[in-house]
Protein backbone atom coordinates (compact mmCIF):
# COMPACT_ATOMS: atom_id res chain seq x y z
CA UNK A 1 0.00 0.00 0.00
CA UNK A 2 1.33 3.62 -0.90
CA UNK A 3 1.65 6.23 1.81
CA UNK A 4 -1.44 8.22 0.70
CA UNK A 5 -3.23 4.69 0.43
CA UNK A 6 -1.86 4.43 4.25
CA UNK A 7 -2.75 7.86 5.43
CA UNK A 8 -6.28 7.05 3.71
CA UNK A 9 -7.09 4.02 5.58
CA UNK A 10 -5.64 5.58 8.95
CA UNK A 11 -8.27 8.10 8.38
CA UNK A 12 -11.24 5.91 8.04
CA UNK A 13 -10.18 4.02 11.33
CA UNK A 14 -9.94 7.63 12.89
CA UNK A 15 -13.21 8.42 11.63
CA UNK A 16 -14.99 5.59 12.82
CA UNK A 17 -13.03 5.60 16.51
CA UNK A 18 -14.46 9.55 16.58
CA UNK A 19 -17.66 8.33 15.94
CA UNK A 20 -17.67 5.67 18.73
CA UNK A 21 -16.45 8.66 21.27
CA UNK A 22 -19.33 10.96 20.10
CA UNK A 23 -21.75 9.47 21.55
CA UNK A 24 -24.10 6.75 22.39
CA UNK A 25 -26.43 5.23 20.07
CA UNK A 26 -26.10 3.45 17.10
CA UNK A 27 -26.98 5.32 13.87
CA UNK A 28 -25.18 8.13 15.48
CA UNK A 29 -27.14 11.62 16.17
CA UNK A 30 -27.03 14.61 14.06
CA UNK A 31 -26.08 17.06 16.56
CA UNK A 32 -22.62 14.86 15.88
CA UNK A 33 -22.21 16.10 12.45
CA UNK A 34 -23.04 19.59 13.46
CA UNK A 35 -20.08 20.27 15.44
CA UNK A 36 -17.99 19.94 12.85
CA UNK A 37 -17.40 20.20 9.16
CA UNK A 38 -20.38 19.80 6.86
CA UNK A 39 -20.89 20.64 3.18
CA UNK A 40 -22.34 24.23 1.86
CA UNK A 41 -25.70 22.53 1.35
CA UNK A 42 -25.16 21.37 -2.29
CA UNK A 43 -23.18 18.18 -3.08
CA UNK A 44 -22.57 16.15 -6.12
CA UNK A 45 -23.07 12.56 -6.80
CA UNK A 46 -20.94 11.18 -9.78
CA UNK A 47 -22.53 7.86 -11.54
CA UNK A 48 -19.63 6.35 -14.08
CA UNK A 49 -22.65 4.71 -15.79
CA UNK A 50 -25.12 6.03 -17.60
CA UNK A 51 -28.71 6.47 -17.18
CA UNK A 52 -31.29 3.92 -16.68
CA UNK A 53 -28.75 1.21 -15.26
CA UNK A 54 -28.37 -0.20 -11.53
CA UNK A 55 -25.50 1.66 -10.85
CA UNK A 56 -28.07 5.03 -11.67
CA UNK A 57 -30.22 3.56 -9.69
CA UNK A 58 -27.89 3.18 -6.99
CA UNK A 59 -26.76 6.85 -7.27
CA UNK A 60 -30.17 8.56 -7.18
CA UNK A 61 -31.25 6.34 -4.20
CA UNK A 62 -28.20 6.75 -2.21
CA UNK A 63 -28.72 10.76 -2.92
CA UNK A 64 -32.24 10.75 -1.57
CA UNK A 65 -30.90 8.44 1.33
CA UNK A 66 -28.84 11.13 2.17
CA UNK A 67 -31.04 13.78 1.65
CA UNK A 68 -33.14 12.25 4.27
CA UNK A 69 -30.48 11.81 6.86
CA UNK A 70 -29.49 15.02 6.46
CA UNK A 71 -32.56 17.33 5.61
CA UNK A 72 -29.31 20.68 4.71
CA UNK A 73 -28.05 18.88 2.25
CA UNK A 74 -29.29 18.63 -1.19
CA UNK A 75 -27.95 15.84 -3.60
CA UNK A 76 -27.74 16.54 -7.46
CA UNK A 77 -26.62 13.06 -9.28
CA UNK A 78 -24.02 13.84 -12.58
CA UNK A 79 -23.62 10.79 -14.81
CA UNK A 80 -20.64 10.82 -16.22
CA UNK A 81 -20.39 7.50 -18.74
CA UNK A 82 -17.68 6.44 -20.97
CA UNK A 83 -14.70 3.58 -21.09
CA UNK A 84 -16.47 1.29 -18.77
CA UNK A 85 -16.52 3.42 -15.47
CA UNK A 86 -12.99 4.86 -16.43
CA UNK A 87 -14.45 8.06 -17.62
CA UNK A 88 -16.52 8.93 -14.63
CA UNK A 89 -14.15 7.36 -12.03
CA UNK A 90 -10.86 9.34 -13.86
CA UNK A 91 -13.46 12.49 -13.34
CA UNK A 92 -13.47 11.77 -9.88
CA UNK A 93 -10.08 11.52 -9.28
CA UNK A 94 -9.22 14.94 -10.59
CA UNK A 95 -11.91 15.89 -7.34
CA UNK A 96 -9.24 14.97 -5.07
CA UNK A 97 -9.72 17.20 -1.85
CA UNK A 98 -13.13 18.51 -2.61
CA UNK A 99 -15.45 16.53 -0.22
CA UNK A 100 -18.49 17.81 -1.82
CA UNK A 101 -18.80 15.34 -4.45
CA UNK A 102 -19.15 11.53 -4.00
CA UNK A 103 -19.27 8.81 -6.34
CA UNK A 104 -21.77 5.60 -6.48
CA UNK A 105 -19.12 3.10 -6.58
CA UNK A 106 -19.67 -0.38 -7.26
CA UNK A 107 -17.24 -3.50 -9.00
CA UNK A 108 -15.78 -1.31 -11.39
CA UNK A 109 -13.39 0.26 -8.48
CA UNK A 110 -11.85 -2.70 -8.88
CA UNK A 111 -11.59 -4.66 -12.30
CA UNK A 112 -10.67 -1.36 -14.24
CA UNK A 113 -7.06 -1.38 -12.59
CA UNK A 114 -6.97 -5.53 -12.36
CA UNK A 115 -7.55 -5.06 -16.48
CA UNK A 116 -5.10 -2.39 -16.21
CA UNK A 117 -6.87 -0.10 -18.18
CA UNK A 118 -6.70 2.64 -15.67
CA UNK A 119 -3.75 4.53 -13.17
CA UNK A 120 -5.83 4.52 -10.08
CA UNK A 121 -6.63 2.32 -7.87
CA UNK A 122 -9.50 1.99 -4.74
CA UNK A 123 -6.64 3.52 -2.17
CA UNK A 124 -6.66 6.57 -4.45
CA UNK A 125 -10.08 7.26 -3.06
CA UNK A 126 -11.46 7.69 0.31
CA UNK A 127 -14.45 4.63 0.99
CA UNK A 128 -17.14 6.02 3.21
CA UNK A 129 -19.72 2.91 3.10
CA UNK A 130 -20.42 -0.57 1.30
CA UNK A 131 -24.05 -0.50 1.14
CA UNK A 132 -26.00 -3.70 -0.02
CA UNK A 133 -24.66 -6.59 -2.59
CA UNK A 134 -26.18 -7.14 -5.86
CA UNK A 135 -26.31 -10.45 -7.74
CA UNK A 136 -27.27 -10.86 -11.52
CA UNK A 137 -29.93 -12.90 -13.44
CA UNK A 138 -29.24 -14.98 -17.44
CA UNK A 139 -31.70 -13.40 -18.88
CA UNK A 140 -33.13 -14.04 -22.72
CA UNK A 141 -36.15 -12.97 -24.80
CA UNK A 142 -39.58 -14.36 -24.11
CA UNK A 143 -39.03 -16.63 -27.30
CA UNK A 144 -35.59 -17.60 -27.26
CA UNK A 145 -35.27 -21.16 -27.57
CA UNK A 146 -33.06 -21.37 -23.90
CA UNK A 147 -34.81 -22.63 -21.14
CA UNK A 148 -31.93 -23.30 -18.23
CA UNK A 149 -28.25 -21.94 -18.18
CA UNK A 150 -27.31 -25.37 -19.11
CA UNK A 151 -28.99 -24.73 -22.52
CA UNK A 152 -27.21 -21.79 -22.75
CA UNK A 153 -24.00 -23.27 -22.50
CA UNK A 154 -24.48 -26.39 -24.59
CA UNK A 155 -26.14 -23.82 -27.53
CA UNK A 156 -22.67 -21.87 -26.97
CA UNK A 157 -20.73 -25.14 -27.79
CA UNK A 158 -21.97 -25.50 -31.42
CA UNK A 159 -23.12 -22.10 -32.38
CA UNK A 160 -22.49 -18.38 -31.79
CA UNK A 161 -23.80 -16.95 -29.16
CA UNK A 162 -23.92 -13.32 -28.75
CA UNK A 163 -23.79 -12.34 -24.62
CA UNK A 164 -24.46 -8.73 -24.07
CA UNK A 165 -22.39 -6.59 -21.30
CA UNK A 166 -22.45 -3.56 -19.44
CA UNK A 167 -18.92 -2.28 -19.96
CA UNK A 168 -15.71 -4.46 -20.07
CA UNK A 169 -15.42 -4.16 -16.26
CA UNK A 170 -18.89 -5.03 -14.85
CA UNK A 171 -20.28 -7.72 -12.50
CA UNK A 172 -21.88 -9.23 -16.19
CA UNK A 173 -18.86 -9.62 -17.44
CA UNK A 174 -17.46 -11.54 -14.43
CA UNK A 175 -19.51 -14.42 -14.32
CA UNK A 176 -19.67 -14.69 -18.32
CA UNK A 177 -16.22 -14.75 -17.75
CA UNK A 178 -16.32 -17.52 -15.04
CA UNK A 179 -19.20 -19.72 -16.51
CA UNK A 180 -16.64 -19.66 -19.47
CA UNK A 181 -13.72 -20.63 -17.20
CA UNK A 182 -16.24 -23.58 -16.02
CA UNK A 183 -17.08 -24.94 -18.93
CA UNK A 184 -15.01 -24.07 -21.51
CA UNK A 185 -17.72 -22.46 -23.88
CA UNK A 186 -17.04 -18.95 -25.21
CA UNK A 187 -19.41 -16.45 -25.88
CA UNK A 188 -19.57 -13.27 -28.14
CA UNK A 189 -19.71 -10.75 -25.98
CA UNK A 190 -20.96 -7.46 -27.20
CA UNK A 191 -20.24 -4.22 -24.48
CA UNK A 192 -23.25 -1.58 -23.69
CA UNK A 193 -22.90 1.49 -21.20
CA UNK A 194 -25.80 0.79 -18.95
CA UNK A 195 -28.23 -1.88 -18.30
CA UNK A 196 -30.86 -0.18 -20.10
CA UNK A 197 -29.05 -0.63 -23.49
CA UNK A 198 -28.72 -3.92 -22.60
CA UNK A 199 -32.47 -4.19 -22.32
CA UNK A 200 -33.09 -2.49 -25.35
CA UNK A 201 -30.70 -4.41 -27.47
CA UNK A 202 -32.38 -7.84 -25.77
CA UNK A 203 -35.84 -6.60 -26.85
CA UNK A 204 -34.52 -5.27 -30.18
CA UNK A 205 -32.36 -9.15 -31.33
CA UNK A 206 -29.62 -7.54 -31.16
CA UNK A 207 -28.00 -9.76 -28.78
CA UNK A 208 -28.97 -13.64 -27.41
CA UNK A 209 -28.48 -13.48 -24.13
CA UNK A 210 -27.64 -10.74 -20.72
CA UNK A 211 -26.53 -10.61 -17.43
CA UNK A 212 -29.14 -8.09 -15.12
CA UNK A 213 -29.19 -7.38 -12.26
CA UNK A 214 -33.42 -8.02 -10.76
CA UNK A 215 -34.08 -4.50 -10.40
CA UNK A 216 -33.18 -3.39 -13.42
CA UNK A 217 -34.96 -6.16 -15.70
CA UNK A 218 -38.04 -6.94 -12.84
CA UNK A 219 -39.68 -4.39 -15.13
CA UNK A 220 -39.27 -7.19 -18.30
CA UNK A 221 -39.57 -10.07 -16.46
CA UNK A 222 -42.78 -9.25 -14.98
CA UNK A 223 -44.32 -7.81 -18.09
CA UNK A 224 -43.29 -11.34 -20.09
CA UNK A 225 -41.24 -9.92 -22.78
CA UNK A 226 -38.01 -11.20 -21.56
CA UNK A 227 -37.36 -14.67 -19.02
CA UNK A 228 -34.54 -15.67 -16.16
CA UNK A 229 -33.14 -18.56 -17.03
CA UNK A 230 -30.42 -18.65 -13.91
CA UNK A 231 -29.39 -16.81 -11.18
CA UNK A 232 -25.84 -16.76 -10.74
CA UNK A 233 -26.10 -15.98 -6.58
CA UNK A 234 -25.19 -18.25 -3.78
CA UNK A 235 -28.48 -18.93 -3.04
CA UNK A 236 -32.31 -18.48 -4.83
CA UNK A 237 -33.67 -15.04 -4.04
CA UNK A 238 -36.10 -14.70 -1.30
CA UNK A 239 -38.34 -12.03 -3.29
CA UNK A 240 -41.20 -12.94 -5.09
CA UNK A 241 -41.51 -14.59 -8.46
CA UNK A 242 -37.80 -14.58 -8.29
CA UNK A 243 -37.87 -17.55 -6.06
CA UNK A 244 -38.32 -19.79 -8.61
CA UNK A 245 -35.38 -18.83 -10.58
CA UNK A 246 -32.66 -22.08 -9.89
CA UNK A 247 -29.53 -20.90 -9.28
CA UNK A 248 -26.47 -21.51 -11.71
CA UNK A 249 -25.09 -23.86 -9.35
CA UNK A 250 -28.34 -26.24 -9.51
CA UNK A 251 -27.99 -26.31 -12.95
CA UNK A 252 -24.16 -27.44 -12.48
CA UNK A 253 -22.37 -24.66 -13.35
CA UNK A 254 -20.95 -23.48 -10.14
CA UNK A 255 -21.00 -19.44 -10.84
CA UNK A 256 -21.74 -16.53 -8.34
CA UNK A 257 -19.96 -13.63 -7.81
CA UNK A 258 -21.95 -10.40 -5.61
CA UNK A 259 -21.30 -6.38 -6.98
CA UNK A 260 -21.20 -4.27 -4.02
CA UNK A 261 -22.75 -0.80 -4.24
CA UNK A 262 -21.64 1.66 -2.14
CA UNK A 263 -20.41 5.34 -1.49
CA UNK A 264 -16.57 7.17 -2.67
CA UNK A 265 -15.26 10.56 -1.13
CA UNK A 266 -12.32 11.49 -3.20
CA UNK A 267 -8.94 11.41 -1.69
CA UNK A 268 -7.26 13.82 0.09
CA UNK A 269 -10.17 14.85 2.29
CA UNK A 270 -9.64 15.72 6.01
CA UNK A 271 -10.50 13.69 9.20
CA UNK A 272 -13.47 16.05 10.00
CA UNK A 273 -14.97 15.53 6.28
CA UNK A 274 -14.71 11.74 6.78
CA UNK A 275 -16.08 11.47 9.84
CA UNK A 276 -19.48 13.28 8.57
CA UNK A 277 -20.00 11.25 5.61
CA UNK A 278 -19.64 7.87 7.70
CA UNK A 279 -21.76 9.43 10.42
CA UNK A 280 -24.02 10.85 7.17
CA UNK A 281 -24.18 7.40 5.55
CA UNK A 282 -24.49 5.22 8.53
CA UNK A 283 -27.80 7.65 9.80
CA UNK A 284 -29.02 6.99 5.56
CA UNK A 285 -28.70 3.24 6.34
CA UNK A 286 -31.66 4.15 8.64
CA UNK A 287 -34.17 5.65 6.23
CA UNK A 288 -37.40 4.41 4.26
CA UNK A 289 -35.18 5.71 1.42
CA UNK A 290 -32.24 2.95 1.91
CA UNK A 291 -35.12 0.13 2.54
CA UNK A 292 -36.81 0.42 -0.12
CA UNK A 293 -33.93 1.07 -2.71
CA UNK A 294 -33.19 -2.69 -1.04
CA UNK A 295 -36.36 -4.10 -1.40
CA UNK A 296 -37.36 -2.18 -5.01
CA UNK A 297 -33.79 -3.56 -6.62
CA UNK A 298 -33.73 -6.74 -4.63
CA UNK A 299 -30.15 -6.26 -2.60
CA UNK A 300 -29.09 -7.82 0.31
CA UNK A 301 -28.30 -5.01 2.76
CA UNK A 302 -24.54 -6.30 3.55
CA UNK A 303 -23.12 -3.25 4.54
CA UNK A 304 -19.19 -1.86 5.81
CA UNK A 305 -18.14 1.42 7.02
CA UNK A 306 -14.85 3.38 6.69
CA UNK A 307 -12.10 0.90 7.53
CA UNK A 308 -14.25 -2.31 6.84
CA UNK A 309 -14.82 -1.30 3.27
CA UNK A 310 -11.12 -0.75 2.89
CA UNK A 311 -10.64 -4.15 4.01
CA UNK A 312 -13.58 -5.63 1.75
CA UNK A 313 -12.54 -4.12 -1.01
CA UNK A 314 -8.62 -5.78 -0.38
CA UNK A 315 -9.95 -8.83 -0.42
CA UNK A 316 -12.53 -8.32 -3.07
CA UNK A 317 -9.81 -7.17 -5.00
CA UNK A 318 -7.97 -10.81 -5.05
CA UNK A 319 -11.01 -12.43 -5.44
CA UNK A 320 -11.51 -10.42 -8.82
CA UNK A 321 -8.19 -11.09 -10.12
CA UNK A 322 -8.68 -14.36 -9.91
CA UNK A 323 -12.06 -14.22 -11.74
CA UNK A 324 -10.57 -11.89 -14.76
CA UNK A 325 -7.72 -14.64 -15.24
CA UNK A 326 -8.12 -15.56 -18.86
Known sequence: MNNRAATRTALAVAAVGALALAGCGGG??????AEGW???????????FSAGGGSDRAGRALGAAI??????????????EGGSGAVGYSYFLGREGDAETLLATETALLAL????????????FTPIMKVAEDYTLLVVPAAAPYQTCTDVVDAARGERVV?????????????????ENETGVQFDRVAFESGGELIAALLGGQIDVASLNPGEVIGQLDSGDLRAVCAFAEKRYDYGALQEIPTATE??????FAQFRGVLAPGGIDEEQQKYWIDTMTRALETQEYRSYVEESYLQPITAAGPEFVEYLGRNRTLLEEALKS
Open 38 to 48: QPDGDVTMIVP
Open 113 to 124: PTGGQVEFTYED
Open 251 to 256: QGIPVS
Open 28 to 33: GGGNDS
Open 163 to 179: AGISGQTGLDNIVFGLT
Open 67 to 80: EAAAPDVTVSVENR
